[in-house]
């Protein structure tokens, strides 16, 4: 009788609260319980024929095959999408080009956490915290979709979505060893001129997964060393440890918390001068989010989403002000007479100050971001609606940045709603985003979409947005100065214009989808036009008067100095087309073909010469910041279970890149990755040669980035 | 005869027929039937109530119906019903409590809602078995039938097991289809998810079978999901797969299974000698359940349901 009561209880256990099967065999329990939901009203894919937004997705396969070393390189192979490697630690991608090393107003999501940061107002790919082997896929929409995710998706979304801990359980070691520069020499694959010999390319990556109460949990930590560009100071250390947790608190209602850490040890390159020099940078970059989501009817959901995102980069030096002024004077600072001078120099022109340690920067500051949404979905088979409404609180401190030793908030407020509704071949969608923050008040987004269904295999799409990008809080509140060790700020090296406006962006487009079922294929054709205004970008305010500086003795000693200044002053016009073609010829042979055509025109305000009112000098012209052409095609032949190949080619015109880039020349870029995978008993292997740029050399970002032919040799086990 | 004399006949005979008919109706309150439910959750009692309405809609006899829950005293209960014409286990661990009284019982023992997994784990070797099991699980015909109907044009049937044992049948029913089989073996201790991946690679639509090993709640929670990635369709066994995300399932409801079991007494009651009964059978009704968003994602048309259980029948009377 015991063991029936303790069967009966276990029976009733199983029913209702427990997922682990407590007899040897079925019981009626296994047919009447729920499953727990795994497919959410948000994981309800909408078929890219009914998206209101130009969609590419790299799938986990491409993400594996195309042999790339770093996360944002995988964006190459996205129509219309620019990438590089503007230092060795400094990575770039752009939708349209005109970008600097920071690539503001492009949405990086981390399963729908923003990976933006305001220091930089831009993401940090290298300390991302996320690996390629924890992606599942990547979904990219090309072009803005701020009515959906707000100011920062200005111009495109990068949505990465990361495995299930379920996908990876077991324990997960990996290794990868290669050289930059492997053809110079095959004996030694150390770099010659690397500044720190002995280092060369690794990574190290240990994943764990199991099952923990109703959970699934992941572990990851990984670790990559890099000795960045010939003859740079760009090496980096990268450490990153990241958690995930899925908890079923019921069917139909989960937790999904995550963990991101990353700690970077990078170089810091600079022109060897007091105001620039050489040095280290380190960063510690933190998130974590917290996702609770609830399906309280089929198709409908709710969903409360937190998220902390905590970023710190040091990248501090120290000098003397007499050696920094010795740098904008030319005048010697060993030289005694010369030394005299500038005592008298700095006591003039800093009113009365004397020499003193100064420190100096590039990005150095702590930028944290809280942020808190509640989403709903209700939809039914002919429409679809997802509303919501979140706060968000950025702040930054920075003494560099900022000239201050206080902390700054930006708090914002946003509400959003989405309407999709289907009249048979059609389908109309309708969005909207309103956000209000302390730097513009209220501003929004708008976007009407309309899709039409020809027949199954053929539709044709048409997209009016509107988008506007705030300005940050960083680009609103700049005051980059260096300082004394009195605590005084000196010269300004960057300010902001107070009367900044948003950026807006008017884009149509004309999209067009042909399904191929025949041969598992489909090509996207995208025709567009985008009227960019009140670009926010530097120039040079010619003749500023700092008033806490006597600027009359500027002259006397030939010191020439001008700050920069953030303001609403480019303008450019893009238009183009895209194509994005993906066929399955046979289950081993697989391809990936991406083209983009762009003529862009635009200027820049380049200077501002307050002495003469508010006319603008120095139109610098626009027109090369986009490539003529992109491609980036990579093809797939076996499959990773057994021998695979692939091939990757990747194309750009030339092109001028912003901030501290320069004109680049056209390049082609071919890469070949060969895997095997094997098996012995319960362990499994994975071996791959990655080449990457098999030919000449070019250059990225930078004339002196030269990218030459690198290779990696990659092991993995898996038990 | 008088007119008083014709009153009091009349009123003799008013009174005899009455007692005809009130011993008519005492006869027929003596059929007793006990059900034994495993707990006191709704399905088992959808399946008691339905049984009950079943065998009181007909005329012949007046059925009582107790019912005792599987945890209480049923030996008792038994002994206590002096006109017990049935008992009635519904699910496993009532199943296993009344047949653990063994030569107590002489009257017809029906099992219901039992799966076909959990019989044949009690009963394979032993000749100590219920006289009638229903059971919970459709046949595996069905569900390719379903699978057929749903994608014309698919070839590879993937399904998830824990042992070889059904394979055959499977892909006897499969091939009736025009269906290949690929089966992926899951044993316990196995990583599942390398599983569902082999199985989704190789295959064009998944049958999701009863198997406490290789498809646990959480394995066909990641099987879904999984599936859902790869535009792989899943045929569930209960409807709690097309709630949590599979494209179709059939399944049958406690209620028909209660009025299955009724039928079955009632046979039972006017069973002539050479008729035989089969000791286990499959549920005779079913429903169909289509999930239309994952089907309008994976872009297959889909009749009504109602439209869906007609076609499966046609199939199993063409068939038969």
Known sequence: MKNQTRQGLCVAFFLFVSNTPCFAYLTEADFLSPIPNALSATRIYQPVSEAPASMSVIDREMLLASGASELVDVLRLVPGFQVAHATGTIYTASYHGSIEEWSRGLQVLIDGRAAYLPLLSAVDWATLGVDIQDIQRIEVVRGTNAPTYGANAFRGVVNIITRLPFEDRGVHIRNSTGSRDARSSVSNIKNQNNPLPGLSSRKWYARYADRLLSGDYRVVMSYAEDPGFDGENDYRYVSNANIRWLYDAKPGSTFDYQFYSSYAETGRNGNDTAFDQKGDRDVTSLASSLLWRNNTAPGAERSVRFYHNYYKMMDMFEDSLKNLISDFSGLDVNDPVDSSILDSLISDRYNGLSDGIITMGKTNGLAQRYDLEYQQIQQSLSSKLVWGSGMRIDSINSRLLLSTDETLYDSSARVFANYEKSFSDLIVNGGIMLEFNQVVGLYYSPRLALNYRVNSNHTIRAIVNRAMRSPSLLESEIEFAFYHENGQSLDKLITHDPNMKPETLNSFELGYLWLIPSLQASLDLKFYQEKLRNRIIDATWLHYKNPNINHAVDSVYGIAYDPFVWRNGAWQDTQGFEADFRVQLHRHFRMSAAYAYAQTEGEWERYVNLQVGDSHQGLRDLSTTVPEHTVGILAIIGKPHKLQSSLGFYRMTDMKWLGIGEDIPAYNRYDLRFAKSFRHRLMKGDLALTFQNLFDEYFEFQAHNEFKTNVYLELALSY | ?320
């Open chain 2, 1 to 320: 005869m008088n007119y008083q004399t014709f009153l009091v006949l009349a009123r003799v005979c008013t009174i005899f027929l009455l007692g005809i008919l009130i011993s008519i109706k005492v006869n027929a309150a003596s059929e007793q039937v006990l059900v034994v439910l495993s707990h006191d959750a709704p399905a088992y009692h959808s399946v008691k109530n339905s049984l009950s309405q079943t065998l009181n809609l007909q005329q012949a006899k007046d059925f009582q119906i107790h019912s005792i829950f599987a945890y209480e005293d049923i030996d008792a209960q038994i002994k206590s019903l002096s006109d017990l014409c049935a008992i009635v286990s519904v699910g496993v661990n009532a199943t296993n409590r009344v047949n653990q009284l063994g030569q107590i019982i002489d009257v017809p023992n029906f099992s219901v809602l039992i799966p076909k997994d959990a019989y044949d784990s009690l009963f394979q070797n032993t000749y100590n078995k219920p006289d009638v099991t229903i059971l919970i699980d459709q046949p595996v015909s069905r569900l390719i039938d379903l699978a057929r109907i749903l994608l014309p044009d698919a070839q590879r049937l993937g399904v998830m097991l824990s042992q070889d044992g059904q394979k055959q049948n499977i892909a006897i029913a499969g091939r009736k289809q025009g269906f290949v089989l690929y089966d992926v073996i899951a044993r316990k201790g196995e990583n599942p998810a390398i599983k569902i991946k082999d199985l989704l690679d190789r295959s064009d639509i998944v049958l999701a079978l009863p198997d406490s090993v290789a498809l646990t709640r959480q394995n066909a929670k990641w099987l879904l999901y999984m599936a859902y990635q790869n535009n792989i369709p899943v045929i569930g066994f209960s409807k709690a797969y097309v709630d949590a995300g599979g494209l179709a399932a059939v399944y049958t409801a406690p209620e028909a299974i209660g009025k299955q079991a009724a039928e079955l007494i009632l046979s039972f009651e006017k069973l002539a000698g050479d008729q035989v009964i089969p000791r286990m059978m499959y549920p005779r009704e079913f429903s169909v359940s289509v999930n239309q968003w994952v089907a309008k994602s994976l872009n297959i048309n889909v009749t009504e349901n109602a439209n869906l259980v007609e076609e499966l029948k046609r199939a199993e009377s063409r068939v038969q």
